[in-house]
């Protein structure tokens, strides 16, 4: 769905992303392993409250949002939102909407400073676009904010995802091009990304009215974003087998999908054995 370079093909593409996706998980293996070992030295120093604290930085959240497993009611919530805070998107292509009862439900966990969602985007979105036009699935977007932190304090992974829920609320019909435009205008990690007036810039290029833009700036959603990460933690049928999360992060009929989603064809295949046929063409 994302394309940032017209000239190559799609098979160019998707070589290209395939490459950087392998290299970007590479490059989170070695990060994940320094940071073991930073946090296994603290302990052998008797640092061990580094970490905690660490820890709880990274997860933490209003303290009446903690532990929930559905948005609270005193949260403003778009009307396209389900409980968990994920917005749908079926034949049609508007938020809020499904494909028929045979559908496959993919749901897609996403922040917008994640490189490896944006890799997500380039390899896997063409695929999940066609299956979903023709009915074969109903994608669902949880748009979360886990990497506030590589955002130099703007708090970008929120601001963006609060974004995409009011224009998900406010034009449904642009939704899916916003989205796509978020990650074609990705920021880099740990810079302040972008501003709210560039994001108004953003989608009205993909196709809201001004008018309706000009509300992004207000942040409705801010608290709803924080909620639905926090659905997210502690979803079991999201999180990894150590209770961990991290984005992208794929759920197909409430199983979470455990293949190489840079390996073409891997999330097809997955899709096509919860549909139960032997195939499905992306």
């Keep these: 769905m994302v394309t940032k ?15 950087q996706a392998l290299k970007l998980q590479q490059e989170q293996v070695r990060r994940e392993k320094r940071t073991r070992a930073i946090i296994i030295g603290s302990l052998v120093a008797g640092l061990a409250i580094v970490g905690v604290i660490v820890y709880a930085i990274l997860r933490s959240a209003p303290e009446d949002l903690e532990g929930i497993s559905t948005i609270p009611a005193s949260v403003e919530t778009p009307s396209v939102a389900n409980d968990a805070g994920g917005i749908s998107f079926g034949e049609t292509g508007e938020a809020g909407t499904t494909s028929g009862d045979d559908a496959v439900t993919v749901d897609v966990y996403l922040d917008y400073m994640c490189p490896n969602c944006g890799q997500f985007e380039v390899f896997n979105g063409p695929d999940l676009d066609d299956l979903r036009t023709s009915g074969d699935i109903t994608l669902v977007l949880h748009p979360v904010s886990i990497l506030d932190g590589a955002s130099l304090g703007t708090s970008y992974s929120t601001r963006a995802s609060a974004a995409f829920a009011y224009v998900a609320e406010n034009a449904p019909e642009s939704a899916l091009a916003f989205n796509v435009a978020l990650f074609a205008n990705q920021p880099t990690e740990n810079t302040e990304g972008l501003t709210d007036e560039q994001i108004e810039g953003i989608a009205v290029d993909a196709g809201v009215s001004a008018d309706v833009a000009a509300g992004i700036a207000d942040q409705t959603y801010m608290e709803f974003v924080a909620a639905l990460t926090q659905v997210a933690y502690g979803d079991p049928s999201v999180t990894n087998s150590e209770g961990g999360f991290g984005t992208p992060t794929v759920v197909i009929n409430g199983e979470r999908f455990e293949g190489n989603w840079a390996e073409d064809g891997a999330l097809s295949s997955a899709i096509a054995d919860a549909q139960g046929t032997a195939t499905v063409e992306p």
């Design 5 to 19: 370079d017209s000239q190559l093909s799609k098979a160019e593409r998707r070589d290209a992303a395939r490459a």
